[in-house]
T-cell receptor, first 114, second 116 residues
Framework: NAGVTQTPKFQVLKTGQSMTLQCAQD?????MSWYRQDPGMGLRLIHY???????DQGEVPNGYNVSRSTTEDFPLRLLSAAPSQTSVYFC?????????????FGEGSWLTVV | AQSVAQPEDQVNVAEGNPLTVKCTYS??????LFWYVQYPNRGLQFLLK??????LVKGSYGFEAEFNKSQTSFHLKKPSALVSDSALYFC??????????????FGKGTHLIIQP
């Protein structure tokens, strides 16, 4: 029972480099999302998807791209990393968009941009 | 716009004593409310949620939360704290109206420290 799986766990990037954070869920969830966690700020929504082929922006989308080619996978791409993107990133999923559905989180990806 | 406030950055409780972690919210309509716990270098684990019905919600690890609509609060409680309860706790609200991002809006988190 894997749930939401994120890779890598830890990553160090140089400014200007690109990378992709991988996220996969095995619960057949329609709704997937990415959050970033910064000290003293809680978690903030970056991008979300309500199903394969459908993505949209959250609260802090700048500098990030997403795609949703399958129900299971929802990768987050940093095209040109900046020190301000140093953060902990969480992928999350829920059964559907319905507001009462519980959102389940992955274990997180710690990203440092130097 | 919806928002969540956790007024205490840190709560210290002696082991065996009851604990309360406070949360207040602001939404345009009726809320869906959640509590999550985060242990060091780990993801967020779901504890409990309020959707509708009984104002006292029971969750994992002996935690419960009381929904108070008039005070717009959803405080997390446990009758007897354990050292292993020490962690970072997040309160969150989800927009009941649907549409938009339909994501969770989080409070800033409260560090719970249980002293032996």
């Amino acid at each position: 029972n894997a749930g939401v799986t994120q890779t890598p766990k830890f990553q160090v990037l140089k400014t200007g480099q690109s990378m992709t954070l991988q996220c996969a869920q095995d619960m057949n969830h329609e709704y997937m999302s990415w959050y970033r966690q910064d000290p003293g700020m809680g978690l903030r929504l970056i991008h979300y998807s309500v199903g394969a082929g459908i993505t949209d922006q959250g609260e802090v989308p700048n500098g990030y791209n997403v795609s949703r080619s399958t129900t299971e996978d929802f990768p987050l791409r940093l095209l040109s990393a900046a020190p301000s993107q140093t953060s902990v990133y969480f992928c999350a999923s829920s059964y559907s968009r319905g507001s009462g559905n519980t959102i389940y989180f992955g274990e997180g990806s710690w990203l440092t941009v130097v | 716009a919806q928002s969540v406030a956790q007024p205490e950055d840190q709560v210290n409780v002696a082991e065996g004593n009851p604990l309360t972690v406070k949360c207040t919210y602001s939404v345009s309509g009726n809320p869906y409310l959640f509590w999550y716990v985060q242990y060091p270098n780990r993801g967020l684990q779901f504890l409990l949620k309020y959707i509708t019905g009984d104002n006292l919600v029971k969750g994992s690890y002996g935690f419960e939360a009381e929904f108070n609509k008039s005070q717009t609060s959803f405080h997390l409680k446990k009758p007897s704290a354990l050292v292993s309860d020490s962690a970072l706790y997040f309160c969150a609200v989800r927009d009941i109206t649907g549409g938009g991002a339909d994501g969770l809006t989080f409070g800033k988190g409260t560090h719970l420290i249980i002293q032996p």
